[in-house]
């Protein structure tokens, strides 16, 4: 039985002072078998150079009691050192590719002069017998790679497959620069291929991060995010955006002297107006939510450290308000947590609500001033996850963050065309005029009805009338034409003619097929309208029915033209 653990014990207990570099008297061919004694004592010396990149091939005799039973393994290092005398990799002899003759490791080095010491593994001594091959470089690890200025590229989408080592070579990492196109769901998997499972960690960071940073520490402080790998498959799923980053990869735990990874990824595009921007992971980079606007989020709870496994948002309030927070996600995994900006914590009083259910619907009233609301799995969770987040602000006394026109009564109000009453209500039930849909609709900004006629008279219409020129305007362009003398302005529209006059004023056509309502036959008036609606989902009916007779209610016409915005 192998005693690794012993063997890392003798490997990592080699002083750094140790391995004095010198400059040796010859430089070392290829196809070169050289030869010497080691011992704790006694270290061989070569220099080798490269005249372009290359895989180099080390090729070392092992020895008989290599794998015997004592304590301390009789085996040798080749490290290898750049013309700085930074080391940069090694090759152990062993027995875990079970050859029992030769230990064989490959290294991509980049073209140069590098300074190899052949050293006792500690206490162990013999003969030793090292030569080398070149070929072609083979994947994009190439020696040294561990700074950022000379980061290989690695394309998304693409297999890595590259070597670190440990603490023979200290501080030895790999860095790639990586180019994402857009945003996105980035999916990675990495893992050691070797027989000895060690832990890796791949360290992200985006470039514009790196270049007001001066140490590796400062550096990885604004990573954009990091994963480990316990020596098995290790996947996550992160929320990317565009730019160029860098990956780290290095070893997390010392426990062999060379660690083969892979790693691959993914990227599936995003719409980036629909998602967290993924870079919310505390108050400064919090995100700005919207009032009345769902954004979806995507949280893993695992590899990661619970201190990052949280999304922060944050919005702000001109004056008191009542404000509700809907959050969506699968059964028992989410929590909310609030937190005041002026205190700088939590908020005292329901600061962290959580559910069983898949859903948070949580109403606070707060008072003029900045909040963050952070989502973040509950303890103990293991799994990713999406969510979607939605904050309320109450603006009318009628509508509460939970009444079923919200989403629109609130759009409508927010760009200017829903305005309510002076007590602060909108009278949700309260059927429409004829009048004011011609004023709701002509505060649409860039709204454009051409002229057609010319405005002629109207018993019940006159110039004095507030409504007057959003009555002519919808007259001069033919979207309405009254009912012989009269124009019926403070009459209540129906849903009938509620959808003529949503054709006629966005100019909509059959997009699809309609929906044969019960109660309107092809021998009704509005017909063809109610069938255009229809057939762009501005309406479903109810039951089956359209109601075409029925008077619209102010909340019903604001679902009615929130629709059609929503697909301008």
């Not at 180099?56 to 700085?84: A, G, M």
């Not at 994009?140 to 693409?158: C, L, R, V």
């Not at 009032?291 to 309030?317: I, M, P, Q």
């Not at 507030?466 to 033919?478: H, N, T, V, W």
Request: with cysteine.
């Amino acid at each position: 039985m192998k005693k690794w653990a012993i063997l890392v014990l003798v490997l990592f207990s080699i002083p750094i002072q140790m391995l004095e570099v010198q400059a040796a008297d010859s430089d070392w061919k290829e196809g070169e078998v050289i030869k010497g004694h080691y011992s704790n004592t006694e270290r061989g010396q070569q220099q080798l150079v490269l005249e372009e990149d290359a895989k180099v091939t080390f090729i070392l005799k092992d020895n008989e009691d290599l794998d015997l039973e004592y304590d301390y393994p009789n085996c040798y290092n080749v490290i290898l050192f750049d013309k700085s005398g930074k080391r940069i990799a090694n090759v152990t002899n062993n027995f875990e590719d079970k050859d029992l003759e030769k230990t064989i490791q490959s290294i991509n080095l980049r073209k140069g002069s590098y300074q190899i010491i052949v050293s006792a593994c500690f206490w162990a001594k013999g003969d030793y017998e090292v030569s080398y091959e070149t070929s072609s470089i083979d994947g994009p690890d190439i020696e040294p790679n561990n700074e950022y200025a000379s980061a290989h590229s690695y394309k998304i989408g693409t297999v890595l497959n590259g070597s670190v080592y440990s603490e023979t070579s200290p501080n030895d990492f790999d860095v790639y620069k990586v180019e994402i196109s857009t945003f996105g769901k980035l999916k990675l998997k990495m893992y050691d291929t070797g027989l000895d499972k060690t832990d890796i960690k791949l360290v992200a960071i985006n470039e514009k991060d790196i270049k007001d940073k001066k140490d590796i520490e400062d550096i990885e402080d604004e990573r954009s995010f990091a994963f480990k790998s316990y020596g098995y498959p290790t996947e996550i799923e992160v929320l990317i955006q565009p730019g160029t980053y860098y990956f780290k990869i290095g070893i997390e735990a010392d426990n062999t002297p060379v660690v083969n990874y892979t790693l691959s990824t993914h990227l599936e595009p995003l719409d980036k107006n629909a998602w967290e921007s993924g870079r919310n992971k505390n108050k400064e980079n919090a995100d700005v939510i919207q009032n009345n606007k769902k954004v979806k989020g995507f949280l893993y709870g695992g590899s990661h450290s619970y201190s990052e496994s949280g999304d922060y948002y944050k919005f702000t309030l001109e004056k008191d308000a009542k404000v509700t927070f809907i959050a969506n996600y699968r059964e028992g995994f989410g929590a909310l947590s609030f937190h005041d900006d002026a205190r700088g914590t939590q908020l005292i009083s329901g600061g962290y609500v959580t559910s069983d259910t898949g859903q948070i619907i949580e109403t606070k009233q707060l008072k003029a001033g900045t909040y963050y609301v952070k989502f973040l799995p509950r303890y103990g969770i293991d799994r990713y996850e999406e969510y979607d987040l939605t904050i309320r602000i109450q603006r009318f006394t009628d509508v509460p963050a939970m009444h079923p026109y919200y989403e629109s009564i609130e759009a409508l109000a927010q760009v200017g065309i829903n305005k309510g009453y002076p007590d602060g209500s909108f009278h949700p039930k309260e059927p429409v005029q004829r009048q004011h849909v011609f004023a709701f609709i002509n505060r649409i900004e860039g709204l454009n009805i051409p002229k057609i006629r010319n405005m002629r008279s109207f018993m019940d219409v006159s110039t004095s009338q507030l409504f007057f020129p959003e009555i002519k305007k919808f007259y001069e362009a033919g979207i309405i034409s009254g009912y012989g003398t009269y124009m019926g302005p403070s009459l209540n529209v129906s849903r009938g003619e509620l959808a003529k006059i949503l054709v006629n004023t966005f100019k909509l056509k059959m997009n699809g097929n309609g929906i044969p309502f019960k109660d309107v036959k092809s021998s009704n008036i509005f017909y063809n309208d109610i069938q255009i609606l229809a057939s762009n989902g501005i309406t479903v009916g109810a039951y089956g029915n359209f109601m075409p007779n029925n008077p619209v209610t102010r909340e019903q016409f604001s679902a009615f033209l929130h629709r059609i915005l929503n697909q301008k």
